[in-house]
């Protein structure tokens, strides 16, 4: 079983650039593709943006396509995702997860999630 662990997160200014770090322990985590959710005040949890485990194909939210990166290095067990142009409304605490597959551009058949790390971004 994979588990993960999320870092990161801190107050930025908007317009500023952060990077969130996606750490797992246990076996097998090439195996797995990695997405990145967040959940903003209010709202329901959403998706961000995912990385397949083996050629490294992405996908994007629309709201982050152009601002956001996702990657992953297997090596060392950890999936990133780089923030830039950051806006107020990317506040949110944000999640990754293990999953099976990817449907439809989504992870699918998640397996694990990280405890989560909080962005703010100040206007």
């Known amino acids: ?12 200014q908007a317009g ?5 770090s996606c750490a797992a322990s246990g076996p097998t985590f090439s195996d797995y593709a990695v997405g990145w959710f967040r ?6 949890r959403e998706f961000v943006a995912t ?3 083996n050629i490294g194909t992405t996908y994007y939210a629309d709201s982050v396509k152009g601002r956001f990166t996702i990657s992953r290095d ?4 950890t999936v990133y995702l780089q ?3 950051l ?3 990317d506040t949110a605490v944000y999640y990754c997860a293990a999953g099976r597959t990817i449907v439809s551009g989504r992870p699918n058949a998640l397996e694990a ?3 989560g790390t909080l962005v703010i971004v100040s206007p």
């Open 51 to 53: 990385i397949s485990w």
């Open 39 to 44: 959940q903003r005040p209010g709202l329901e």
């Open 1 to 12: 079983q994979v588990r993960l662990v999320e870092s990161g997160g801190q107050l930025v």
């Open 16 to 20: 500023g650039s952060l990077r969130l």
């Open 113 to 115: 999630w990280g405890q």
């Open 74 to 77: 297997n090596a060392e067990n």
């Open 87 to 89: 806006k107020s409304e």
């Open 83 to 85: 923030m830039n142009s």
